[in-house]
């Protein structure tokens, strides 16, 4: 494997394949869907649309390789998590139709599982759920509210429960732990595994993905690059991080990076008192986010945003790694679990996610542009990606169903502000969130700062 690719992220170093880029675009090309970028979004939709009409010709075309960006780096959650609450989501709909858009993203994780199952995709799929830990007063406090909330949209206890003390600590060993909050509704994965058999998968339909393929400009049912111009019915757009470098689209989408550690395989009497006997995903109620896993191998995987947002949206691979952020991981991650002080921390590597400016993933079409699109899952995207591609695929062969009818589907965001504004907002933001978290260990009570921003958030 090239070095180049074995070191984007703990998943690809431990792919056990050869990352050998398929052959470039030769030349212009006529097609029925053209779909920019081959991560999740991209081979899910390549996938449904295949399999509902295997008579399409669809070309997905990646400037890098196969899960290169946010779909090879992320923390290996497929979970039910949609970044704009069910409360923000009813406002711009019904309280019937946000109900109907949280069941699907709970039904998702189980499909993911179905086809991981049927194509024998090798990614570790393990559905042990998720722990929200609470470990202060406040944080206690917090999830109660968030399991009331819960009830209040009509979800029950096979949805999302509350942990007392000795539960939480059953199931994830950390310092401090007070209570939490449980769903079944996330696995746990690999997830450079998962976005590489999917594109075999989609090889097997008669999909044909070209690599080291850049796209520099999608204009109405044609994608531009310097091999070639693909021509097609519908062009997908579902670039999330990457989405400012091209022409038209600069603030549609702000790339936030999110950093990421693992330590070496653990031994078996450390993780009798870790826990995570179930795989579960785990994070705590603190405001800047947290998140955890229990890799297949017997690691902590273990990250969190933190890293700044850099001006005009620049993506660049030297923001993959922040030797800061690094270390206040590490701190973290001995704090949680002090099991770990003396284990090798054998990876660290980031990525840039996507945020839409109201925090509201979305996906649609614009038949009089050939467009189609998806994204702004704030790092939720394992688990949406999914429900993008089956429904991407609806919209593009004009069927009206019930994915099709869900209020994330035509959702339109407001554009970010232009610069210097969007570099303001979001890096105090980020300040605002570390903030918060301290004033609350403080204070003992809720953080007024993180409640006058929320509204800045999917709340």
């Given at each position: 494997m090239s070095a180049a690719y074995r070191d984007l992220s703990l998943w690809f170093d431990t792919l056990g394949e050869d990352v050998t880029p398929r052959p470039a675009l030769a030349g212009d090309l006529d097609v029925d869907v053209a779909i920019v970028g081959a991560g999740y979004t991209r081979l899910w939709t390549a996938y449904y649309l295949a399999e509902a009409d295997p008579s399409l010709r669809i070309a997905v075309l990646e400037r890098e390789v196969a899960g290169f960006g946010a779909s090879g780096r992320n923390?290996?959650?497929?979970?039910?998590?949609?970044?704009?609450?069910?409360?923000?989501?009813?406002?711009?709909?019904?309280?019937?139709?946000?109900?109907?858009?949280?069941?699907?993203?709970?039904?998702?994780?189980?499909?993911?599982?179905?086809?991981?199952?049927?194509?024998?995709?090798?990614?570790?799929?393990?559905?042990?759920?998720?722990?929200?830990?609470?470990?202060?007063?406040?944080?206690?406090?917090?999830?109660?509210?968030?399991?009331?909330?819960?009830?209040?949209?009509?979800?029950?206890?096979?949805?999302?429960?509350?942990?007392?003390?000795?539960?939480?600590?059953?199931?994830?060993?950390?310092?401090?732990?007070?209570?939490?909050?449980?769903?079944?509704?996330?696995?746990?994965?690999?997830?450079?595994?998962?976005?590489?058999?999917?594109?075999?998968?989609?090889?097997?339909?008669?999909?044909?993905?070209?690599?080291?393929?850049?796209?520099?400009?999608?204009?109405?049912?044609?994608?531009?690059?310097?091999?070639?111009?693909?021509?097609?019915?519908?062009?997908?757009?579902?670039?999330?991080?990457?989405?400012?470098?091209?022409?038209?689209?600069?603030?549609?989408?702000?790339?936030?990076?999110?950093?990421?550690?693992?330590?070496?395989?653990?031994?078996?009497?450390?993780?009798?008192?870790?826990?995570?006997?179930?795989?579960?995903?785990?994070?705590?109620?603190?405001?800047?986010?947290?998140?955890?896993?229990?890799?297949?191998?017997?690691?902590?995987?273990?990250?969190?945003?933190?890293?700044?947002?850099?001006?005009?949206?620049?993506?660049?691979?030297?923001?993959?790694?922040?030797?800061?952020?690094?270390?206040?991981?590490?701190?973290?991650?001995?704090?949680l679990f002090p099991q770990t002080a003396d284990a090798e921390i054998t990876h660290t590597w980031g990525g840039a996610l996507g945020v839409s400016r109201d925090w509201y993933a979305s996906c649609g079409i614009d038949r009089g542009r050939r467009l189609a699109w998806a994204g702004g899952y704030v790092g939720d995207g394992v688990g949406t990606t999914n429900l993008a591609g089956r429904t991407l695929a609806d919209l593009v062969r004009d069927q009206y169903t019930e994915l099709t009818r869900l209020p994330w589907v035509q959702h339109r965001s407001p554009r970010w502000e232009p610069e210097p504004l969007r570099w303001i907002g979001t890096n105090v933001g980020l300040r605002v969130m570390t903030a918060a978290d301290g004033e609350e260990q403080r204070t003992g009570k809720d953080s007024r700062l993180a409640k006058a921003f929320g509204r800045f958030l999917g709340h």
């Open positions: 923390g290996g959650w497929c979970s039910s998590l949609f970044p704009a609450s069910l409360a923000k989501v009813a406002r711009g709909s019904t309280r019937e139709r946000a109900v109907a858009q949280q069941r699907a993203m709970n039904a998702t994780v189980d499909e993911v599982g179905r086809v991981v199952a049927a194509e024998g995709i090798d990614c570790g799929f393990t559905k042990g759920g998720t722990v929200m830990l609470a470990r202060t007063h406040v944080q206690t406090r917090r999830a109660w509210a968030m399991v009331e909330d819960e009830r209040s949209w009509g979800f029950g206890k096979e949805d999302v429960r509350y942990l007392d003390a000795d539960e939480a600590r059953a199931r994830v060993g950390a310092t401090d732990v007070l209570g939490g909050v449980y769903t079944p509704h996330c696995a746990a994965i690999q997830p450079a595994k998962l976005a590489r058999g999917l594109a075999e998968a989609v090889e097997r339909r008669g999909v044909t993905i070209y690599e080291g393929t850049p796209v520099t400009l999608i204009d109405d049912g044609a994608a531009v690059t310097p091999h070639g111009t693909v021509r097609a019915e519908v062009v997908v757009r579902a670039t999330e991080g990457y989405t400012p470098e091209l022409p038209g689209f600069t603030r549609d989408i702000v790339p936030v990076y999110s950093l990421m550690i693992a330590t070496e395989p653990l031994p078996q009497e450390v993780w009798d008192e870790i826990g995570l006997a179930e795989r579960e995903t785990f994070s705590d109620l603190r405001h800047l986010i947290i998140y955890g896993q229990r890799t297949e191998d017997g690691r902590l995987a273990f990250g969190g945003r933190g890293a700044p947002y850099h001006f005009g949206s620049r993506v660049r691979p030297e923001y993959d790694r922040d030797e800061r952020v690094f270390a206040e991981l590490k701190s973290v991650l001995r704090q």
